[in-house]
């Protein structure tokens, strides 16, 4: 799948976040040169069925989809790998116990649960057969588990290790408002970059996906630096607004 064959490249992957079911946004968005697209339910405004009908137009790009789901809602993660989706972003992985339950939908047994039915995979990835994709799935399409929480924080080595977990996404922004005992929403805190900087590097020493989400260009280059794989590096509303500064700026004297 393009996921992981990008993953081959070590180069960081730089990818965009699309929040609102504008028909056809994401896949252009994939066409502008991000490395993939995220399509978010948990605080985008993205319905089913708004999802549901994204990976084939991605997949047209060339580009991988990914899903972020909402918190808990792991019926909706095996339901996104059957439309498609190559990855899945859980939410709120606060322990041990909330991996397992997100590992048991994204994988097929002996790893996990995940009920057979990937009608429109096999369709977006004709180079699979029923038996080849049952075969590979497990390793080709990807769990990442967000760490957001201080509770989190105390148990990512576990969660990291956990047989089917196949990365980490920090959300700064969440983890800021725990780490600061509810003080601040600050995703550039700067008593949280070392702990950002050890999960790059335990996940590496994993052979795990590390990832994160940017929040402006400055800490898109310091998430590289510290050798995170994979970096939101804009989302729909930040993509508007900076082309419409870029030109207004220009025009408006």
Same mark, same amino acid.
């Given at each position: !799948?393009? #996921? ?22 994401? @896949?252009? !968005? ?19 069925? &708004? ?14 989809? +990914?899903?972020? +789901? ?21 939410? !709120? ?25 990937? @009608? ?9 057969? !029923? ?5 590979? =799935? ?23 290790? #956990?047989?089917? +977990? ?11 408002? &725990? ?7 600050? =995703? ?11 999960? =790059? ?10 990832? +994160? ?41």
């Amino acid at each position: !799948m393009l #996921l992981t064959r990008r993953l081959e490249n070590p180069d960081p992957m730089f990818i965009a976040w699309s929040s609102y079911p504008a028909a056809g946004m994401p @896949a252009r !968005m994939a066409r502008a040169g991000f490395d993939a697209v995220v399509v978010d339910m948990q605080h985008g405004m993205h319905s089913e069925s &708004s999802v549901l009908r994204e990976p084939p137009e991605i997949l047209a790009t060339g580009k991988p989809p +990914i899903l972020r +789901i909402p918190v808990g809602r792991n019926d909706l993660a095996s339901r996104g790998l059957d439309a498609g989706f190559e990855a899945v972003i859980a939410p !709120m992985i606060n322990s041990v116990e909330d991996a397992k339950a997100f590992v048991a939908a994204m994988k097929y047994p002996p790893i996990g649960e995940r009920s057979w039915g990937p @009608a429109q995979a096999l369709k977006l990835n004709p180079e699979h057969t !029923m038996g080849s994709y049952f075969k590979s =799935a497990n390793g080709e399409t990807l769990a990442i588990a967000m760490i957001e929480t201080m509770r989190a924080v105390e148990v990512y080595e576990d969660i990291l290790a #956990l047989d089917g +977990i196949d990365g980490l996404f920090i959300g700064p922004s969440d983890l800021s408002i &725990s780490w600061s005992g509810g003080k601040t929403v600050n =995703a550039d805190l700067p008593d949280m970059q070392d702990f950002l900087a050890e999960v =790059a590097v335990k996940c590496a020493e994993a052979g795990k996906l590390s990832a +994160i989400y940017a929040t402006s260009v400055e800490s898109v280059v310091r998430a590289r630096d510290m050798g995170f794989r994979m970096i939101t590096a804009t989302n729909d509303d930040l993509l508007i607004q900076t082309g419409a500064d870029s030109i207004l700026n220009r025009v408006r004297v």
